[in-house]
């Protein structure tokens, strides 16, 4: 099956650091670019973070510049999400993504629930 499975979400209070992990498998990771999105309680989702297929190009958005950090291990077939000094607006189920490019090949994992809160 073509899946993306996220872990390692949970509690964490205000300045803290949590590390989210992405399985991908059913696909050739490798040739693809990876992203990280959230979506907080009563919002859209938005894009955290980006990855090319070979790590040489990473976009960041601006809110977690400094303090996530995205990478890959294109042998492992995982993408991870290190996130630190964490605050309470980045509370938000944190999904893992394989965009699609326009054809219809978009991809997300089930989401892994992230709570900075004191």
């Known amino acids: 099956q073509v899946q993306l499975v996220e872990s390692g979400g949970g509690l964490v209070q205000p300045g803290g650091s949590l590390s989210l992990s992405c399985a991908a498998s059913g696909f050739v990771f490798s040739l693809w670019t990876m992203a990280w999105y959230r979506q907080p309680p009563g919002k859209e989702r938005e894009l955290v973070a980006t990855i090319s297929r070979d790590a040489g190009s990473i976009y960041y958005a601006d809110y977690v510049k400094g303090r996530f950090t995205i990478s890959r291990d294109n042998a492992k077939d995982m993408v991870t999400l290190q996130m630190k000094s964490l605050k309470a607006e980045d509370t938000a189920v944190y999904y893992c993504?394989?965009?699609?490019?326009?054809?219809?090949?978009?991809?997300w994992g089930q989401g892994t629930q992230v709570t900075v809160s004191s």
């Open positions: 993504n394989r965009p699609g490019a326009g054809y219809g090949r978009d991809l």
